[in-house]
Structures are given as structure tokens and as C-alpha cells.
């Protein structure tokens, strides 16, 4: 019996249908709501906020639409529709699935309790002892990382979670953080009335991605009316009343309704019972690619999703619980594991091919490898840009589209390796783009998938004509692009 800690996407459990499959029983403890961050304070209210935004974003630079999707927002109606998408913070929908899957599910907070073992404090006081026969999964998730501030339980700050379910725009929102959190709120709330003034400590948005996608966003926030200070952090906040009050690191002065922290993650694992199995309360779980805790001997403890740090996205935890879950019935079964790269039994992508869309406007989307992170590494790649405003596709979405694409490929062995796009719709150009690292599909067959005219997708074909016009006149460094 595998019990995981943690009903969540984040930090989803081995899949049922694996577990059972190899005629091992599954329990969940859950502490909160079944189905976790992503369910109720993160992707499934976040992008309820934004879709509609989005949406009158697009429509109001279309011909014979824009005076008609010039006004603002209706907020009752939008906020409505997060709602809904949040299951009104109920998991009667999520704990029937468990039923039907053959998953018990166990109420309280979970806690490590020695090896194979967990000790459940019930909702009424009481303790629920848990053996398990084959392994024990910790998908805790993570939470939000807040700074060192004096009296910070006094000045209220908003977290992801309260920023994805507050249940009226506040009239001045303070944003600390550059991130995509902080980036899709600043959006969100925008679009809905709130005066935003968003503080990043560096000197651009998104930096963890292509620099050109956060000068993209950071234009469309300004043109939304955004006010953005780079370079600057929070010195002191207090709350006075119902308002903030900030001082900066460069002498400024702020005051707001709310301030939303997002400036991190990090991991939950401060009170699971860590220090009974040899490690140490509040550490990220690191795992290799079986998601198997390599700190704890007898391969009998794996950690799932944000907790273990690999990829903090809802469906790397996803993909992971299917590797975990291949791995542990294997293991139970006393079948050998197949973990070389891309086998059934092994994480490959966490670290490959990990596809993520921002939902700002405009949309960012990739996947694989970023020149930045080519550069950290030292990894030669060759650099091809393309402008999507010159696609027919993008100019049939609106005329005056704004947008890029990049791709990274591999120079000796001539396969994708990573893949930025920018611009409205752009997401849907991403599977594309994953399904082609994954398959480490040759430049030469790429040529041979026909994308249909006038469609965004279009831009594949663009980004292949400039690599084969261009590669041969030009000298390629690690990170050097190729002009459009």
C-alpha cells in the first residue's frame, strides 16, 4: 500500500490505475482540499482571471470589433466564473474521481512516522497509523516563499493564494516580484480596475526566460497603465488602518490596499515528520529520475511534484506521478527497471523538455532550452529568431500583432532542443514544439510537417527557411541568434 502525502497536482499521487493495476491498494491524506494548489489557488482560478482579459485584449485590436471590446470588464461576472472554475473550493468532485478509481482517502494532516510508516492526526484530535508494504509517496506541493519583513503577520500580504481568490479587485495592489505569479496578477487585476504598480529587485520581467518575452509583457502592462519599477526592493511595509504603506530601497514611497509577495516557492515539507527518516524538516526532496528520494536507503520514499524542486508546474507533477507510479509497481512486483533516457521509467523531461505558457498579455510559451540557461551551461546551440508579426497567421489574428519566436537547435546533431514563442495565441503552438524535443525529431523530417496556411503555426516553416538560409554564412557562438 503506497500512501502519499498530499492529494495535489502539484504534487499529485502515483496514479491509481497503476497501483491497482499491479494489485497494490492506494490511501491519500490530505490535510486540505483534494486536488490542491492548482484546483483552488493557482492554474484553475488564475487563468478563470485572465481569460477574459486575454480575450478583450485580442478582440480590441480586430477590426470592427475594438469599439465594441474597449470597456471594461464585468467584474461580478468574471470573478463568478473563477468561482466556478475553483469548485467553489469544494472537493466533492474530486473525492468522488478517488472513489471511482478505488483510492481511499484519509482526512488529516500526515506526517512521516519512521520508515514505510505515517501517523495521521484526524480532523476530531485523533491519530490513524499507516504501514506501507511497497512505498510512501510525499507530495506536499510547495508554498509561498515570503520575505524577511518585521511584523510581516501584520501587514496581511497577499500570497499566490489569496491573489487568485480575493473576492474583489482591491483599488491599489502592490505586486513584489517579476515572476510568472507576479506578472499574471499584475494582468489579471489590471484588466479588472486595480491600480497596479508592480516592484521587481532585477532589471527585467520573467527572467527566467527568453529576455525578449519580459520586454514584451512589460510593454503591454505599461500600455495597460501598469506602473513598473525595476531594481527596486520593499525596505519596510506596515499596515496602518486598511491601507500599506511601503518605503523602498531607493527612498520611494508607497501606499496600497493590498500587497501580493511573489517572490518564490518553497517546499512543504517543514512539519511531515522528515527528521524520522533522516532528513531535515523543510528541505526540498531531492530524487533522481525514478522521483526516488536518494537520501533515504530502500528505495521506498519518492517525492512528487513541486516538493521535490525538478519542475514546479502542475503537469511536470502529473507526468511525474506517472513515472513514480511505473516505478512502484514495477518495484512491487519485482519487475527490473528500464531507466534509461525517455523509458518508462525515468523522468527524462523534468530536465529536457519542460513545456510552461505564461498567460500575460501577449502569451508566452516554451519549452526545452533557453539561451540563458545554454549560457549557464556552456552549451553550444545555434540561435534562430523569427519575427511573428510577419506571418500570415499572426495578421489574420489582428493586423498589428507583436510577436517572436525562437528556437534552439542542437549544430552536431541536428534535433530541437528548445523553443521560445511570444504573442497572443502563441500557446497552442507549444505541444508542437514539445512533441519535436521529445521525439528528437531531425531538422531534416521537420521539413516534411506541412503547417496549414494562415495559421500561427506557419512560423515552423519560417524558422527552418531562415536556418537553412543563414546557417551557412553565418559563424555560430553558444547563444548567437540568427536575424529574421
Not at 498567460?359 to 540561435?383: H, N, Q, W
Request: aromatic share 4%; proline share 8%; charged share 20%.
Amino acid at each position: 500500500m503506497p500512501p502519499p502525502l498530499g492529494g495535489r497536482p502539484g504534487g499529485a499521487p502515483p496514479p491509481p490505475p497503476r497501483a491497482t493495476a499491479a494489485g497494490l491498494s492506494t490511501v491519500i491524506v490530505e490535510g486540505e482540499l483534494v486536488g490542491g494548489e492548482c484546483s483552488y489557488w493557482a492554474c484553475e482560478p488564475s487563468k478563470a482571471l485572465l481569460r477574459p482579459a486575454l480575450l478583450r485584449a485580442d478582440a480590441s485590436r480586430v477590426p470592427g470589433l475594438d469599439p465594441a471590446a474597449a470597456g471594461p470588464l464585468k467584474t461580478a461576472a468574471v470573478l463568478a466564473h473563477r468561482d466556478r472554475m475553483a469548485a467553489h473550493w469544494n472537493d466533492d468532485d474530486q473525492v468522488e474521481w478517488l472513489k471511482t478509481a478505488g483510492v481511499d482517502l484519509q482526512r488529516g494532516h500526515g506526517r512521516l512516522d519512521g520508515p514505510r510508516r505515517v501517523a495521521v492526526t484526524t480532523p476530531d484530535g485523533g491519530t490513524v497509523h499507516l504501514r506501507a508494504r511497497h512505498a510512501v509517496a510525499v507530495c506536499t506541493g510547495s508554498g509561498a516563499a515570503l520575505p524577511d519583513l518585521p511584523d510581516l503577520a501584520a501587514l496581511r500580504p497577499w500570497t499566490s493564494r489569496e491573489a487568485t481568490s480575493a473576492p474583489q479587485p482591491p483599488g491599489r495592489l502592490v505586486i513584489v516580484g517579476a515572476g510568472v505569479v507576479a506578472t499574471e496578477m499584475a494582468t489579471a487585476w489590471q484588466a479588472l480596475g486595480s491600480e497596479v504598480t508592480l516592484l521587481a529587485r532585477g532589471t527585467r520581467l520573467l527572467p527566467q526566460l527568453e529576455p525578449f518575452a519580459g520586454e514584451l509583457v512589460a510593454d503591454r502592462l505599461r500600455e495597460a497603465g501598469a506602473d513598473l519599477r525595476f531594481g527596486v526592493t520593499v525596505a519596510t511595509a506596515a499596515r496602518t488602518g486598511g491601507e500599506v504603506r511601503l518605503t523602498l530601497s531607493d527612498g520611494g514611497r508607497l501606499a496600497a490596499d493590498e500587497i501580493l509577495f511573489a517572490t518564490g516557492r518553497a517546499p512543504r515539507t517543514g512539519d511531515i515528520g522528515l527528521e524520522t527518516v533522516g532528513l531535515t524538516p523543510g528541505d526540498w526532496l531531492t530524487t533522481d529520475d525514478t522521483l526516488t528520494v536518494t537520501a533515504v536507503p530502500g528505495d521506498w520514499l519518492y517525492a512528487v511534484g513541486d516538493v521535490n524542486g525538478r519542475a514546479l508546474l502542475t503537469h511536470q507533477g502529473k507526468y511525474q506521478a506517472r513515472i513514480a507510479g511505473a516505478v512502484i509497481a514495477a518495484r512491487a512486483c519485482g519487475s527490473p527497471l528500464d531507466t534509461g533516457r525517455w523509458s518508462p521509467h525515468a523522468g527524462t523531461a523534468d530536465t529536457a523538455a519542460v513545456p510552461q505558457v505564461v498567460f500575460t498579455d501577449p502569451e508566452i510559451a516554451g519549452v526545452g532550452l533557453t539561451t540563458v540557461e545554454a549560457r549557464r551551461t556552456g552549451r553550444r546551440v545555434d540561435v534562430v529568431d523569427y519575427d511573428l508579426g510577419h506571418v500570415a497567421g499572426a495578421l489574420q489574428h489582428h493586423p498589428g500583432y507583436r510577436g517572436r519566436a525562437r528556437a534552439l537547435i542542437d549544430p552536431d546533431r541536428r534535433t530541437l532542443v528548445g523553443a521560445t514563442f511570444a504573442g497572443p495565441g502563441v500557446a497552442e503552438l507549444l505541444h508542437s514544439a514539445t512533441v519535436a524535443i521529445t521525439g528528437e525529431i531531425p531538422i531534416e523530417r521537420l521539413w516534411h510537417a506541412v503547417p496549414p496556411f494562415p495559421t500561427i503555426s506557419e512560423v515552423w516553416l519560417r524558422l527552418l527557411e531562415t536556418y537553412r538560409d543563414q546557417r551557412g554564412q553565418a559563424t555560430f557562438s553558444r547563444t548567437q541568434p540568427l536575424a529574421a
